[in-house]
């Protein structure tokens, strides 16, 4: 093992060039690696089957992986040969659907894990859970009498209680409504943080991970895309899908003159020394987009859509690219408006113009 | 397994001379007749079930929530009692005879009961609360927004039912009819009490009247491989027909009021069916029973033959529960080729009917440990051959409602997978075992062929007492039994109907 650098926190798990294949050759996941530090928050972010849950279920135990490591506090759990079950890796799991018992009361659902401990201790944490989760009240309710909003905190609880080395968490939000999910996500972020637990979880919106991650993992068709903070995710994607995965992007194409991008709509300078063909295409954000009404300007305004504090706008441009521009809601204009563009690249992004891409 | 194997291979190996004869003389007249009975039931089922489901999905009337649960109890009367209740019936003399005679003139005859419309009718009643269940369903769980784009694009009431309506619940229909005819091919109390020849009242008697078994055992193979081809017939049209409708959200159907004289008329249909398949007979029973009694028939014998019963069908419920349940696990969390076999290798004893079950066990004991033969222990054998299946189904639906992240969960919680099996997954199927034993005990009481067949002798059930005293028309001495035996069986119709209700 590597020595780890001073001043970084020691890392909870490890997955190093893990595979997983449900069928042989077929991997459901492939060659993905990353790291969590204690206390950290990471999504797995992904379209559905890209793998985010297999991730999950080979970090629990439930399945096994067909070919790399996994490393969990130190211990190497899941090798090609090794496999440690899922009851003895101390990992905390909440479920879509939350899996509560349904015979047993919140609280008894909440001690349930608590089996190695003195009957005093068990009393202590589960009072501990319920008081954190806000549940003491509703300790003798079994879970078919409990909104969605408090079966989710008894799956948490029941999760925490056994304090885990860390937490797993598929899709939490999916089964809740739009403003519970809104307070939920707060009320996570913060247990987590003031338990100093690391967690992992899996999300299809972008929106989710980035109010809730330190780190995103971004997979696609089985593979990690990029795995950095949602900022960089945002303003320097590794490639045109995570570009297009974390919110709305255009890609126009442009030319390489020594280090300047020269496109239909600005020159910019190269941020960094660019090695690499020529043709390239440029990523546009809507917000780095400044709309002008102008009658020898470079584009028409094809679609128009009111977002509440903002309008999105689609803007056909003379060369027939479509490029994507947000105004605040007071500065409006109608439908089929031509318009010029001013584009303030504050992130230049460059990727390979595709070879049929013409 | 291994009795249906057994069977086939003394079948197979009989003398060519064995098949010839029964080829020209029995099995054509035994086909025919087995397949119009079949069909005689369907015709009446399918009208009966689809209108009784409608009358009763569609619209409300005073006393139609009753009616939903009136229309079970026909389900708890054992084919053998319905058949000897309806022989006093409609016998000569009888009294729906001079009902008729009082109608239509002095010299009017009815029908036999010992025919084939005498059995049609006893099975038909018998069995429509299987199309009449999976109709009510269907009907209840229809999406209506079907319907009302049909009345949108300007079909009547009657052009949207015939080309909506019915071909949507259709696979549902087919399902119940299927159900029956399975019912009515393997039943051996009705015909046999009718005196109408069907397979498995052939087998019967090769084996009580001429000592045949082999003679038996190619019937019932002739038997068994109708069974199988019916039983693949009806995988294919379940693939076949797979309508997608419930997805997601949907409006259900709501019943609406209807007119005071739609209402009278309807109560009185109802009442008519339900008087034929439950209430005249039920009330025939107590009759008896109360003229047995002031008679002093209910002696300590009687109360022997329920021990018999009960005991046995204790014994049998709860061995098939405990055998069932490594098979039900196995079948629903860790499926590969051995296991699957192993479960539907037990799944075969359900295409066994009573009698040909009867005879497997027989054949097979005498074969292997005759010590045994003429002892309980065949006849528990042969329940358990017979309806494992019945409770291998009910429990492993029982645990395929459990989703795995439960036992998921427990064990991500640290706890090992035998205690996650007692603390997790057992509380949680053990509602769903009791019924499943509760089934099979109810079952094995109302058991009849196996019993007659394979009994020690002295050793008579329930059943046995009903079917020996109604075939001499001992009409009274039969009643005690058999009401014995439809109160126990009530509350297991209604358990069903229970279980109906929490799946819509």
């Given at each position: 093992m590597t020595q780890p650098p001073p001043n970084a926190k020691p890392l909870v798990l490890e997955i190093k060039n893990v595979t997983c294949a449900y069928e042989a050759g077929r991997p459901a996941i492939e060659d993905v690696s990353f790291a969590v530090q204690k206390g950290e928050i990471i999504c797995l972010l992904g379209p559905s089957g890209c793998g985010k849950t297999t991730t999950l279920r080979v970090i629990a135990g439930f399945e096994s992986v067909s070919s790399g490591e996994i490393i969990l506090n130190e211990n190497a759990v899941a090798t090609v040969d090794r496999h440690v079950p899922p009851e003895q890796r101390h990992?905390?799991?909440?479920?879509?659907?939350?899996?509560?018992?349904?015979?047993?009361?919140?609280?008894?659902?909440?001690?349930?894990?608590?089996?190695?401990?003195?009957?005093?201790?068990?009393?202590?944490?589960?009072?501990?859970?319920?008081?954190?989760?806000?549940?003491?009240?509703?300790?003798?309710?079994?879970?078919?009498?409990?909104?969605?909003?408090?079966?989710?905190?008894?799956?948490?609880?029941?999760?925490?209680?056994?304090?885990?080395?860390?937490?797993?968490?598929?899709?939490?939000?999916?089964?809740?409504?739009?403003?519970?999910?809104?307070?939920?996500?707060?009320?996570?972020?913060?247990?987590?943080?003031?338990?100093?637990?690391?967690?992992?979880?899996?999300?299809?919106?972008?929106?989710?991970?980035?109010?809730?991650?330190?780190?995103?993992?971004?997979?696609?068709?089985?593979k990690l895309e990029q795995f950095a903070s949602p900022e960089t995710l945002y303003n320097h994607p590794a490639s045109p899908f995570v570009a297009k995965f974390v919110g709305q992007a255009d890609f126009i194409p442009g030319t390489i003159h020594d280090s300047t991008i020269v496109t239909e709509l600005g020159e910019w300078p190269l941020p960094q020394p660019y090695q690499g063909p020529r043709d390239v295409l440029v990523m546009i954000r809507p917000d780095d987009v400044r709309i002008e009404k102008s009658e020898t300007g470079c584009g028409i305004i094809e679609s128009r859509e009111f977002r509440g504090s903002d309008v999105l706008y689609g803007i056909r441009l003379n060369t027939g690219e479509l490029v994507h521009g947000s105004e605040p809601s007071p500065r409006s204009f109608p439908i089929k408006t031509r318009v010029k563009l001013n584009v303030t690249a504050t992130h230049t992004v460059v990727f390979d113009r595709p070879a049929h891409d013409s | 397994m291994l009795p249906l194997l057994y069977v086939v291979v003394t079948a197979m190996t009989a003398d060519f001379a064995v098949w010839q004869r029964l080829w020209s003389t029995r099995v054509p007249e035994l086909l025919l007749n087995t397949l119009s009975l079949s069909i005689g039931v369907t015709v009446i089922n399918l009208i009966l079930g689809v209108s009784l489901a409608w009358i009763l999905t569609r619209y409300t009337f005073p006393g139609s929530g009753v009616w939903n649960w009136l229309l079970i109890l026909p389900l708890s009367i054992p084919s053998y009692v319905l058949a000897y209740t309806f022989t006093s019936l409609l016998k000569r003399g009888g009294p729906v005879e001079h009902l008729w005679q009082s109608l239509a003139g002095a010299e009017a005859v009815l029908f036999s009961p010992f025919s084939l419309t005498g059995a049609v009718l006893v099975l038909a009643l018998n069995t429509f609360p299987f199309v009449y269940l999976l109709a009510r369903s269907a009907l209840k769980n229809f999406n209506v927004s079907f319907e009302e784009v049909a009345h949108v694009t300007g079909a009547g009431r009657v052009t949207t039912f015939v080309r909506v309506s019915l071909p949507l619940i259709r696979p549902s229909l087919i399902a119940g009819l299927f159900l029956a005819i399975l019912y009515v091919a393997s039943d051996f109390g009705a015909v046999s009490l009718l005196r109408y020849q069907t397979f498995t009242y052939a087998v019967y008697q090769q084996m009580t009247g001429r000592f045949d078994n082999t003679a038996a055992a190619c019937l019932s193979l002739v038997l068994v491989a109708c069974a199988f081809v019916f039983l693949a017939g009806e995988r294919w049209f379940r693939r076949r027909s797979r309508f997608y409708q419930t997805t997601g959200r949907y409006r259900k159907p709501i019943p609406q009021p209807c007119h005071p004289l739609t209402a009278l008329l309807f109560t009185g249909y109802l009442l008519l069916v339900f008087a034929a398949a439950f209430g005249v007979p039920v009330v025939l029973l107590i009759q008896w029973t109360i003229e047995a009694a002031s008679a002093g028939h209910l002696s300590g014998k009687f109360l022997g033959y329920v021990w018999n019963s009960l005991s046995l069908s204790a014994v049998t419920a709860t061995v098939a529960i405990v055998c069932g349940i490594p098979l039900a696990y196995v079948a629903c969390r860790r499926q590969t080729w051995a296991s699957t076999l192993c479960v539907q290798g037990a799944y075969t004893g359900y295409v066994l009917p009573g009698p040909v079950a009867a005879l497997a066990v027989l054949v097979l004991v005498s074969q292997i440990i005759p010590q045994l033969y003429g002892t309980v222990f065949v006849l528990l054998l042969a329940y358990l051959v017979h309806f494992l299946p019945a409770a291998l189904q009910g429990m492993e639906s029982t645990f395929q409602q459990l989703t795995p992240n439960l036992e998921e969960a427990s064990r991500s919680l640290g706890i090992r997978s035998i205690r996650t099996f007692f603390h997790v997954t057992f509380p949680l199927v053990r509602g769903g075992f009791l019924s499943a034993w509760i089934l099979v005990f109810v079952q094995c009481m109302k058991e009849l062929p196996a019993s007659l067949l394979l009994r020690p002798v002295g050793f008579d059930t329930l059943a046995v007492r009903i079917w020996l005293e109604a075939s001499e028309e001992l009409y009274q001495s039969a009643a005690p039994p058999a009401l014995l035996i439809v109160l126990i069986t009530i509350p297991v119709a209604l358990l069903l109907m229970q279980k109906d209700r929490q799946t819509t």
């Open positions: 990992v905390g799991m909440v479920f879509q659907e939350y899996a509560l018992f349904p015979h047993l009361t919140v609280e008894k659902n909440v001690g349930f894990g608590l089996t190695h401990v003195s009957a005093n201790d068990r009393q202590r944490q589960i009072d501990k859970m319920l008081a954190l989760t806000g549940l003491s009240d509703l300790a003798d309710r079994y879970p078919h009498s409990l909104s969605g909003g408090q079966q989710q905190r008894v799956a948490l609880a029941r999760a925490l209680a056994p304090q885990p080395v860390m937490l797993l968490l598929d899709e939490p939000f999916s089964n809740l409504g739009p403003d519970m999910t809104y307070h939920m996500r707060r009320e996570l972020r913060q247990l987590l943080k003031k338990l100093r637990t690391s967690a992992i979880l899996v999300t299809h919106d972008h929106v989710e991970a980035f109010a809730m991650a330190d780190t995103v993992a971004v997979l696609n068709h089985g | -």
